[in-house]
Each structure stands twice: as structure tokens, then as C-alpha cells.
């Protein structure tokens, strides 16, 4: 967390009453927009809130598919709380969504992602990360159609869970959604961020700051 940033939830101090998807305004318990480390290296963007994320107002928390990133975020190093913490202490990684009001009885539309992009937009400007971790298929397509070459359609998180994806001023590390891992394809993870992405120069793309 840089030296400037007082608070790990909603650090950009986006919009928590936002309306502009009625549908889901109307029926949400809260927005949950991003959480972390202003100044992080990774992204994990998902889908959006579950039930247990609503409830806390942090990504991937709450309930057992969040305890699996949060573990996963342990292992890495990224996080300093047990994975059952409705409020991690984060560093050097950033949780977010494509969406970020939940529907007690639907996934959003793709109107409603479209419509909520501009959130997750700046707040990728705003943090410049140099890993992104999409997490799902739907997280892995929409983030291809902006960084990557490739036809979204062609990405499936199953198939592209635990390598990277060289995109267009980013790298993708997809991940499957948490509540279908395994444990081993959460070992396999870990150990392709450890293995692969930490131990070589992922910064060099983009000449960033030291830090
Ligand atoms: S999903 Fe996003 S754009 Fe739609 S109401 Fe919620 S915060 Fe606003």
C-alpha cells in the first residue's frame, strides 16, 4: 500500500451509490468495488460480488471459493491475514470485478458489464499493473477483448488456468473461477506464479518505477 493511500476499500473513492444499472441497484445490498494495494503489480478481477463478498463488501471473501483466492494471495505472499478475514491486509495486489452490484437470482448482462467497465477501467489507469488475473472465463473474454490479440471466444479459463497470456501492455494470468479449482489447480497456481512469473523480470515491458 503506498505511502498516500489511507484505506484498503475503495481507494479511488469510486461511486458507492451508483445507479446505473436499475436492475441491479435495486435489489443489491451494496456496491462492492475494488480493495488492495493502490499501487499494486497484480490485478484479480472476477465477475462479480457473490453472496458472501456482498456481505463483507470485499472481492473474494466471505465464503469458501473466497477463502481459496485468499489463501492463494497467503501463499504468494500477497496477503498477511487468515483466509477467512472478511478484511485482508493486502499488499501489492488489488481485487476487483467486471461488475460490481450482485443479483440475487442472475449473473449481470452483458449491458450491465458494458455498462459498468468504466470503474474497472480506471481503476486499471489509475494502478498500472503489470499482471492481470482474470478470474472465470467471462473475467478471461472481456479482458481479452482489450488486451490481448486474440479472438475472445478462444479463451476458456479451464484451458488457460495457471499460464500467462502476453497481452497488449499487460500480461493475463487467468485463473479457473475458485468455487471449480481443485486443489491441485490451485497448487498449480501458486506454482506458476512462483515458478514463472516471479522469478523473471515481469516489469521490464513497461519500464516501470522502482519500487
Ligand atoms: S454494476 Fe456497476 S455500473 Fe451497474 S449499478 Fe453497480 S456499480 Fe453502477
Do not use: W
Not at 472476477?46 to 463478498?53: K, M
Not at 483466509?83 to 449473473?107: F, G, I, K
Not at 479449482?181 to 518505477?209: C, I, M, S, W
Amino acid at each position: 500500500m503506498t505511502a498516500h493511500q489511507e484505506t484498503l476499500t475503495n481507494p479511488f473513492n469510486m461511486d458507492e451509490d451508483c445507479r446505473n444499472c436499475p436492475a441491479l441497484a435495486d435489489c443489491r445490498e451494496r456496491v462492492v468495488h475494488g480493495y488492495g494495494d493502490a499501487g499494486a503489480e497484480f490485478v484479480f478481477v472476477g465477475e462479480g460480488p457473490s453472496a458472501g463478498a456482498e456481505a463483507t463488501g470485499v472481492p473474494f471473501t466471505g465464503d469458501p471459493a473466497g477463502e481459496r483466492v485468499q489463501r492463494i494471495l497467503g501463499e504468494l505472499g500477497f496477503s498477511r491475514s487468515p483466509a477467512d478475514s472478511p478484511e485482508p491486509d493486502l499488499q501489492n495486489v488489488y481485487l476487483t470485478y467486471l461488475s460490481r452490484c450482485r443479483h440475487p437470482d442472475r449473473d449481470a448482462t452483458d449491458e450491465e458489464v458494458r455498462t459498468c467497465e468504466p470503474f474497472l477501467n480506471a481503476e486499471l489507469r489509475m494502478i498500472n499493473p503489470e499482471i492481470i488475473v482474470p478470474v472465470g472465463t467471462r473475467a478471461l473474454r472481456e479482458l481479452a477483448i482489450e488486451y490481448t490479440t486474440r479472438a475472445p471466444e478462444s479463451f476458456d479459463a479451464a484451458d488457460e488456468h495457471a499460464t500467462t497470456v502476453r497481452g497488449r501492455g499487460f500480461e493475463l494470468v487467468p485463473m479457473l473461477l475458485p468455487e471449480e479449482q481443485t486443489d491441485e489447480q490451485e497448487t498449480a497456481f501458486v506454482e506458476h506464479l512462483t515458478e514463472n512469473v516471479f522469478p523473471r523480470d515481469y516489469r521490464q515491458t513497461k519500464g516501470r518505477r522502482s519500487r
